[in-house]
C-alpha cells in the first residue's frame, strides 16, 4: 500500500501559467480533498469529492479546479498561477466523511509550489 | 460559523516534561476530534482521536481530552522526548470537511 502519492514534490511556475498538480490513493476510499498550507494559517480546504464524479468547493476555491473520473484521482488544476498560490499543497483521502460520518484523513507529502 | 482555535502557536519543553496543547471548536454538534502531527517536510498524520461519547483517550505517553459543555480538547504529551519536536494541528467536522486548528510548532529540548 503506498497510501497517498502526490507528483510532483516541487514545482516553479511563472505567473500566468498553468499546471496539475496529481493524486492518487490505493486505498480505494471515496473522500478525497485538497488543502493548501500556509504559514501561521494552518490547513484551508480548496476542494473535496465525496465519490467519483462529485466534486465541491472549500474554503478557498478561486483559481482552482478539480475532477473526479476515478475513484483513485483527484488532480487539482492551476488554470493561471498567480503569486498568491505560493503554498505546499496536500491531497488527503479518507473512507468517509460526511454529516455523522467521520474517518480520519490520510494526507499525501505534499507538493511545494513557488509562483514568481 | 465553523471555527476551530488552537493555543499555543509555539510550545518549548525540556525533555521529559509534559506537553498540553488547547483547541476550541465552535459547532456543538461536532462529535469527532483528530489531532494531527506534522513532521518537517511530510504530510500530517493522526496520532489520536475521541469521539464525543468518551470524556479521554490514552495511548502510551498521548492522551486526548474532551469537554463538551466548554466545547474544547486538549493534547496531553507526558514525557516528552526529542522525536516529539513536530507540528500539531486540532481538527473538528464540518459539512463533509474537516476544519484545522492553525497549528502548535512543539520544541523538545535534550
Known amino acids: 500500500n503506498a497510501g497517498v502519492t502526490q507528483t510532483p514534490k516541487f514545482q516553479v511556475l511563472k505567473t500566468g501559467q498553468s499546471m496539475t498538480l496529481q493524486c492518487a490513493q490505493d486505498?480505494?476510499?471515496?473522500?478525497m480533498s485538497w488543502y493548501r498550507q500556509d504559514p501561521g494559517m494552518g490547513l484551508r480546504l480548496i476542494h473535496y469529492s465525496v465519490g467519483a464524479g462529485i466534486t465541491d468547493q472549500g474554503e478557498v476555491p478561486n483559481g482552482y479546479n478539480v475532477s473526479r473520473s476515478t475513484t483513485e484521482d483527484f488532480p487539482l488544476r492551476l488554470l493561471s498561477a498567480a503569486p498568491s498560490q505560493t503554498s505546499v499543497y496536500f491531497c488527503?483521502?479518507?473512507?468517509?466523511?460526511?454529516?455523522?460520518?467521520?474517518?480520519?484523513?490520510?494526507f499525501g507529502n505534499g507538493t511545494r509550489l513557488t509562483v514568481t | 460559523g465553523e471555527n476551530v482555535e488552537q493555543h499555543p502557536s509555539t510550545l518549548s519543553v525540556q525533555e521529559g516534561d509534559s506537553a498540553v496543547i488547547k483547541c476550541t471548536y465552535s459547532d456543538s454538534a461536532s462529535n469527532y476530534f483528530p489531532w494531527y502531527k506534522q513532521e518537517l517536510g511530510k504530510g500530517p498524520q493522526l496520532i489520536i482521536d475521541?469521539?464525543?461519547?468518551?470524556g479521554e483517550k490514552k495511548d502510551q505517553r498521548i492522551a486526548v481530552t474532551l469537554n463538551k459543555t466548554a466545547k474544547h480538547f486538549s493534547l496531553h504529551i507526558t514525557e516528552t522526548q526529542p522525536e516529539d519536536s513536530a507540528v500539531y494541528f486540532c481538527?473538528?467536522?464540518?459539512?463533509?470537511?474537516?476544519?484545522f486548528g492553525t497549528g502548535t510548532r512543539l520544541k523538545v529540548l535534550a
Open positions: 486505498m480505494n476510499h471515496e473522500y
Open positions: 488527503a483521502s479518507s473512507p468517509g466523511v460526511g454529516i455523522g460520518i467521520y474517518s480520519p484523513l490520510h
Open positions: 475521541i469521539r464525543s461519547n468518551v
Open positions: 481538527a473538528a467536522p464540518g459539512t463533509y470537511k474537516y476544519i
